[in-house]
């Protein structure tokens, strides 16, 4: 192992850039010409466009051009879409209504894009969109998933009877019911999963540049993923041909997910940029990312398990309304359903699972994957019914849960997924012991002494990501192949690029993954470059989401890797006049094994390109590209256990202790993993205690600002004492698995595990706010 390799504590190389403003994002991006946009968006959640008059903004200074949903419409310009078809139980297939990226007839929710207005300076646009007049016919507005589908709310799409979007299962309804016809025991709760708004650092932009002499597009993006958002512009939006349409996302300041998608604002600063003849640049507010991003989570679940005598499991029933907002997102399908249902076994063995899931649409903004993605919403799930079981049984939390732990590998569940390895005994010990879980009586009577209610709650999660393989999603209704690409290029004087698929924002991945390439080769890492973000230099990739940069888009650099090193050791056979087989690569040189004999790297790959002396019939360069399609999903697991403190005046809780133990499998740098851990737990915190989105009953975000909307504080949150554990994952090269999400995944049923053991009400909602707890404790006490 290098001192930079692989498991080494390397400093990342992209933080100097960062911390010293040397960064560049899309608001950095110039082009000449270029000018500003800003929408008029709708301030109603549900109405009908009677008239739009853009006469008056059109006279206004600066102004170049103000352009509506028909002319986009008259362009030919398409509709977004959902990527994943999802099928009701009865065959039918998903209701998708029509999301028009510029509304001409209808708007479903407040913020809802309905003109452009493109004009000399950003001050000038905002202003001649305020000049903009519509008339609107106001409709009644539902926002909640469960009241949209009374008889007599009001209808959101013509294509969705009631707002109903799909009814959907999983699992065996029948074998479930003859296991709750054994149980013991059976434990029933009703559970809601609270809204979110993802919040990156970076809102989002985008800069739309039509080049007439070229007939070429460029789209500069805040994205996760832009090969995927080049190809559904092209293939399905029609905005440009693809062979004509670049997209770049240079450095992006965070996007747990809501980058994942193609929004209204690319497609429209693309066509506008044609239309108008300027370049176009967008870049939102913070408010207007409140309302537009995608938000996160929203599920109203019924859920209940079957226990035998033994308190071991015998069947888990759940039905899960998902609220999906106004419209169908790119993924929001997959979320509720394949993201979700298929993790309701958690770590635990569970002979017989039925989930159902209905999909409906409110006049909310669209809901999607957000950091976990499903995962989350399972993991709330199953370990807030985990404790509660565990305290109407009067046994020990830990000791409940490790008796139902899956322990022989592999483990087929009911629900889809097979477990390949883990252990998660020895994450559950490992929290154990980390959280001095042993003396928390102690704690807790000395927290009584100074009037405090002490409490501690674990969580045992699992999630599956790298998702995979394409052969497998593609039955299940995926319409992208979820695969990797890389290229290996080592130039003429041996520096390296690695063109990757995967995309970093915030990951890491500039060190990560030059680590591979030092573990491999030996040469430095700043002699390596990572190459990614911009479709033109890089063929094609699928991006990065659901924690698939290492097990998957790392996988496809190994490969990529192998045939580098199998060139280049032919090249150092023949120049040393030694048989292949006995060359090993050390220390940045090609050696003969057990000899002194040995060519430099970068002599090597000049070799390479001279093409003076090289083995009979090879070509000359040294440049290899690889795809990669998991096998299987990786499955990372862990035990997360926090403890808290609660002043019964106030309601006011203080996390006092959290610890996490995760197996993550190999891990290429522990300070990276770390701090991926610290911040979903960050997120999950932020999830159980503060954060929440609100809508009134006409449709109006109440949590439309920092002032409404509470972002956890450095205050908020203790030191955390994270640990790893490993079992290898045995689908992928490297052995890895997903860390990104783990973190936000496991931790919100920890806290709130904690807060209702403080205060002993089992009644208590995300977020446990002051003012929430404050009332669960009186409402205890009555």
């Known amino acids: 192992m290098g001192i930079e390799g692989v498991g080494a504590r390397v400093a990342r190389k992209e933080d100097k850039r960062f911390i010293t403003g040397a960064g560049r994002y899309v608001d950095d991006m110039v082009v000449p010409g270029m000018k500003h946009a800003a929408f008029v968006r709708s301030p109603h959640a549900h109405a009908q466009i009677k008239k739009i008059d853009v006469k008056k903004a059109q006279g206004m200074p600066g102004v170049i051009g103000v352009l509506t949903g028909k002319e986009l419409k008259a362009d030919g310009i398409g509709n977004l879409i959902c990527g994943w078809m999802i099928h009701s139980k009865d065959g039918s297939p998903m209701k998708m209504g029509a999301w028009s990226p510029l509304a001409f007839d209808r708007v479903r929710y407040v913020g809802d894009a309905v003109v452009i207005v493109v004009a000399e300076t950003k001050g000038q646009a905002r202003d001649a969109a305020e000049a903009v007049e519509i008339t609107y016919k106001e409709l009644k507005a539902v926002v909640d998933a469960s009241k949209a ?120 600063c693309l066509w506008a940029s ?47 309304q998902a609220n999906l ?48 993605a499903g995962r989350p919403e399972a993991t709330f799930v199953m370990e807030r019914m985990m404790e509660t079981a565990a305290r109407q049984f009067g046994v ?89 690409s890389a290229e290996v290029r080592v130039n003429a004087v041996g520096t390296i690029e690695v063109l990757t698929g995967s995309h970093s924002h915030g990951q890491g991945h500039e060190t990560t993954f030059a680590q591979l390439v030092n573990e491999r080769f030996g040469v430095p890492l700043d002699s390596v470059s990572i190459v990614h973000g911009d479709t033109d230099k890089v063929q094609m990739g699928m991006g990065t989401y659901g924690s698939r940069s290492g097990a998957v888009g790392m996988s496809a650099i190994v490969k990529a890797l192998d045939k580098v090193e199998a060139k280049a050791k032919k090249i150092a056979a023949h120049l040393l006049e030694a048989d292949e087989g006995d060359i090993v690569i050390e220390n940045g040189a090609l050696k003969v094994a057990g000899t002194d004999k040995n060519v430099p790297w970068f002599q090597m790959a000049l070799a390479a390109y001279t093409a003076h002396n090289l083995p009979g019939g090879m070509e000359p360069g040294l440049k290899e590209t690889a795809f990669y399609d998991p096998s299987n999903f990786t499955f990372p697991a862990g035990c997360y256990i926090c403890e808290v403190e609660v002043d019964p005046e106030t309601g006011v809780t203080e996390i006092v202790q959290f610890v996490a133990a995760d197996d993550f499998g190999n891990i290429i740098n522990p300070m990276i993993v770390e701090g991926q851990v610290h911040g979903g737990l960050a997120q999950g915190i932020g999830q159980a205690l503060l954060e929440g ?18 972002m956890p504080r450095a205050g908020d949150l203790p030191s955390f004492k994270v640990s790893t554990s490993n079992t290898p994952c045995p689908g992928n090269p490297l052995g890895i698995k997903g860390c990104g999400e783990a973190g936000a995944i496991g931790s919100p049923p920890a806290g709130i595990n904690a807060l209702t053991d403080a205060i002993g009400s089992n009644d208590l909602a995300m977020p446990a706010s002051p003012s929430t707890v404050w009332a669960a404790i009186r409402a205890t006490k009555h």
């Open 274 to 320: 044609k239309k108008t003849g300027v370049p176009v640049k967008w870049v939102a507010d913070r408010t207007e990312s409140f309302l537009t991003d995608a938000h996160g989570r929203d599920h109203h679940t019924h859920a209940e398990m079957a226990f035998d005598k033994d308190h071991r499991i015998l069947g888990l029933k759940v039905e899960t």
């Open 396 to 484: 020990s939390p830990a000791e409940l849960r490790r008796k139902n732990f899956v322990t022989a590998f592999p483990h087929q569940t009911p629900v889809i997924m097979c477990y390949d390895a883990g252990d998660y005994a020895a994450s559950l010990d490992a929290a154990m012991k980390a959280s001095d879980y042993a003396g928390f009586a102690k704690r807790k009577a000395a927290a009584a002494k100074k009037g405090l209610l002490r409490g501690i709650g674990m969580s045992c999660y699992i999630e599956a990501c790298g998702i995979a393989p394409s052969a497998a999603v593609g039955s299940l209704g995926a319409g992208v192949g979820l695969w990797e």
């Open 693 to 710: 989105a609100h809508y009134d009953n006409s449709g109006q975000l109440l949590t439309a600002s920092y002032m409404d909307y509470t």
């Open 149 to 268: 589908m009374d008889k007599g709310a009001p209808q959101i799409h013509p294509e969705a009877d009631n707002n109903l979007i799909f009814d959907w299962d999983i699992g065996n309804a029948d074998d479930t019911d003859a296991a709750f016809g054994k149980a013991a025991h059976v434990v029933k709760m009703d559970i809601i999963n609270n809204r979110l708004v993802p919040n990156a650092m970076e809102p989002r932009a985008a800069l739309g540049h039509y080049d007439k002499a070229e007939d070429h597009y460029t789209c500069w993006t805040t994205s996760q993923n832009p090969h995927v958002a080049r190809l559904v512009m092209s293939a399905f939006y029609n905005v440009a041909p693809e062979n004509k349409l670049r997209v770049i996302a240079p450095d992006v300041g965070g996007g747990f997910g809501s980058k994942i998608y193609i929004y209204p604002e690319e497609i429209v």
């Open 325 to 372: 907002g106004a419209y169908m997102s790119l993924f929001s399908s997959a979320t509720p359903t394949y993201l979700y249902a298929t993790l309701l076994s958690g770590q635990y063995n569970i002979p017989a699972i039925h989930a159902n899931v209905k999909a409906i649409y409110t006049n909310t903004a669209p809901v999607d994957a957000y950091r976990g």
